[in-house]
């Protein structure tokens, strides 16, 4: 072996590729590395070992090494000597991030696999903790507290709980001692399904163990109330807040009433206009990042007249120069086309502003006009997304779907609890794939109603082009490109002069479109690095999926600039 890859940050290169591949591939790379290079198997087991999503794997190292073959070639457990743990312990010193649900896939669905597990190490009396150096431990699917004790230990950094059921006499108890096992957690989530009537008990008792640890940085939490809110800013550490409100009452927190001084980011779902209003006037201090979700099944239809109440404490606030990304899910306007400058005006006081995400529906269409007022309220916008909801929905098959055969045994589906849902409702991903589809309505009918209809405004390359100019930082946009209108752009060089290299995966194909070639052109004379025009992380023009809903036109488009791509030799 060359001397060259024992050096670790060679090595470290080499199991960030290995680990490039999907999960199963890359554990067969790293178990076969194992048992054929000796000088990297140390490493490779490392590798291996670092992140598990059950605990089965370390059942079978028990299992494996404790069992033998009888006469009629089964397996029985050796009574007469204790459990040999070298083989566990050789691997669960490794193990450094967890992530246990109820669920299992090992050969077939395991129900409720992780109770299962740890009753193993508890009948064997095997040591606690179990994973001595385990930092990331998440804990779902509505385990009980319990039996999350084998697992913790001082050197846990980032804990979440989600799902279990609170009980008025055990949960408080269980809560308040998980504080002096992990002393050292920076990052902490917790969900609960709440019964009635313990509300003034689980917020008292909420906040007193979430501000005991005062290095917290990471919190996503379900307040139960005003205090479990206010409480938070105890926390000197906290640089990312993210904030589910359930309440099915209006929270009114005072003005000014929130001050963190290390928060770089706030997200927030609430349940009411009201509510929304009320924590963005209390921020004493804006973070650098905002992300607010109103889901429209609890909230009623918003029109502009309700938006602007969300945005004015956010233009009124004396540090909203510090604000640099804002993503916000606007739900589905009540009536009338609206003027999409105007709802944002107060936004445009946030003049260090970098990244705007909106989600828009089809009466709020933007001009070329707001693009140029957006743009040079924000010259140093480097990702736009108006995320248009014309194109989210499918059209209606004309043939009745399959009906799949589903195996007897599928595990039932846990009901939503009380708080942050299994995953985060926040999680970073492509730009169409965040939007939370539960704040849609039913699916209209696209028989007989054709959503683009009834437009009288919208972007054309104009505007495009203009936001380019004006915004030279611009990376990245998703943007309904009106592609029928191409008035004076139908020259050698179309964008006059405008040329961006910074922009490579935008998404701009949410129109018709009338002149494939033209617009090409268009786009290879203003972005000559562009890459794909479905936007990063789409699944692409040649699928089935995409092409159901895709504007005639965008494919030849696609064909036409990789043809120059492949021309030029790029």
């Given at each position: 072996m060359h001397h060259a890859l024992l050096v670790p940050d060679i090595l470290d290169h080499i199991f960030t590729f290995i680990k490039a591949d999907s999960e199963q591939i890359s554990r067969r790379t790293l178990a076969a590395l194992a048992i054929t290079c000796s000088a990297l198997s140390d490493a490779s087991l490392d590798a291996l070992w670092s992140e598990l999503r059950s605990l089965y794997p370390l059942v079978s190292c028990i299992y494996d090494t404790n069992m033998k073959l009888s006469d009629e070639d089964s397996s029985e457990i050796d009574a007469d000597a204790g459990p040999d743990l070298s083989v566990f312990h050789k691997y669960a010193y490794r193990v450094h991030k967890i992530e246990l649900s109820g669920y299992d896939i090992e050969g077939g669905w395991r129900v409720r696999a992780a109770p299962d597990d740890l009753g193993v190490f508890h009948v064997l009396q095997v040591p606690t903790p179990l994973l001595p150096n385990l930092t990331h431990l998440a804990w779902t699917d509505e385990f009980s507290l319990a039996l999350l004790w084998p697992l913790l230990n001082p050197r846990l950094l980032s804990l979440r709980i989600s799902s279990f059921q609170w009980s008025p006499k055990s949960t408080p108890l269980l809560l308040s001692k998980i504080r002096g096992l992990c002393p050292e957690l920076n990052t902490l989530g917790l969900t609960f399904y709440l019964s009635e009537g313990c509300e003034a008990m689980a917020e008292s008792c909420l906040s007193r163990v979430i501000c005991s640890w005062k290095k917290l940085e990471v919190l996503d939490y379900s307040p139960v109330g005003c205090e479990c809110i206010l409480s938070l800013s105890a926390l000197p550490s906290l640089r990312i807040l993210r904030l589910r409100v359930d309440n099915i009452?209006?929270?009114?927190?005072?003005?000014?009433?929130?001050?963190?001084?290390?928060?770089?980011?706030?997200?927030?779902q609430a349940n009411s206009l009201v509510t929304v209003h009320s924590i963005l006037q209390a921020?004493?201090?804006l973070p650098k990042s905002m992300d607010i979700f109103l889901p429209v099944y609890r909230s009623g239809g918003v029109s502009a007249e309700t938006i602007e109440p969300i945005l004015q404490p956010i233009g009124q606030n004396l540090s909203c120069g510090n604000l640099e990304e804002f993503r916000m899910n606007v739900p589905l306007l009540s009536s009338g086309i609206v003027n999409s400058s105007n709802i944002l005006r107060p936004l445009f006081l946030c003049c260090n502003l970098r990244v705007l995400r909106i989600m828009m529906t089809p009466l709020f269409l933007p001009a070329d006009d707001d693009l140029r007022a957006m743009a040079s309220a924000w010259p140093l916008l480097e990702e736009l997304e108006l995320f248009d909801c014309r194109n989210l929905y499918?059209?209606?098959?004309?043939?009745?779907?399959?009906?799949m055969d589903l195996p007897d045994d599928h595990p039932p589906v846990p009901p939503l609890p009380v708080g942050l849902p299994p995953m985060p409702p926040f999680a970073i991903m492509g730009p169409m794939m965040s939007l939370h589809l539960d704040a849609m309505p039913p699916f209209p009918d696209f028989n007989t109603t054709d959503p683009r209809s009834n437009r009288t405004a919208e972007i054309t390359f104009h505007g495009l082009i203009s936001l380019l100019e004006l915004c030279p930082n611009l990376h990245f946009f998703n943007l309904a490109i009106d592609a029928t209108k191409l008035d004076g752009l139908r020259g050698s060089k179309p964008g006059g002069g405008v040329c961006n290299r910074l922009v490579k995966h935008p998404r701009l194909v949410d129109s018709h479109i009338s002149d494939p070639e033209a617009v090409a052109r268009i786009l290879l004379d203003i972005l000559p690095e562009l890459e794909t025009i479905w936007g990063e992380g789409f699944p692409g023009p040649f699928t089935t999926m995409f092409n159901s809903t895709l504007p005639q036109g965008w494919d030849q488009v696609h064909e036409i600039l990789l043809d120059s791509k492949a021309a030029r030799g790029l």
């Open positions: 009452s209006d929270l009114n927190l005072p003005a000014n009433s929130l001050s963190f001084p290390s928060l770089r980011t706030l997200q927030f921020i004493r201090n499918p059209p209606v098959p004309s043939q009745p779907l399959t009906i």
